[in-house]
């Protein structure tokens, strides 16, 4: 259910460790996700110099087709995994709480 109070009240019933966890999780779960992406480009550039390098290609073209397919679908199971854990093992992070926090700390500094 989503949370409908101002954001203030939100941050506030947060306790320190949580607010700098909530930095953690953010910078952690972007770096996770760029990676997983990476290494989906990776194999896909791997499949595509294989198929290239393969005698008469097109006879496997549909094959190919096919390992493409399934490098993205792998990449996306593996995007809304890190979404889940992400949102089950911290269930306190939201980006606007984020936002915010980074906002207060600018102000402080």
Request: proline share 3%; net charge positive.
């Amino acid at each position: 259910m989503k949370d409908t109070r101002p954001i203030e009240e939100q941050v506030a019933e947060l306790t320190e460790e949580q607010k700098k966890t909530v930095i953690k999780v953010n910078r952690y779960g972007i770096a996770a996700m760029v990676l997983t992406t990476l290494l989906s480009f990776i194999a896909m550039i791997i499949a595509a110099v294989v198929f290239i390098k393969t005698p008469r290609a097109y006879l496997y073209f549909d094959k190919f087709v096919i390992a493409l397919i399934a490098i993205v679908a792998v990449n996306l199971i593996l995007c809304i995994g890190e979404y889940i854990f992400i949102k089950v093992k911290f269930p306190y992070y939201s980006d606007k709480r984020r936002s915010y926090i980074k906002k207060e700390q600018k102000k402080k500094n």
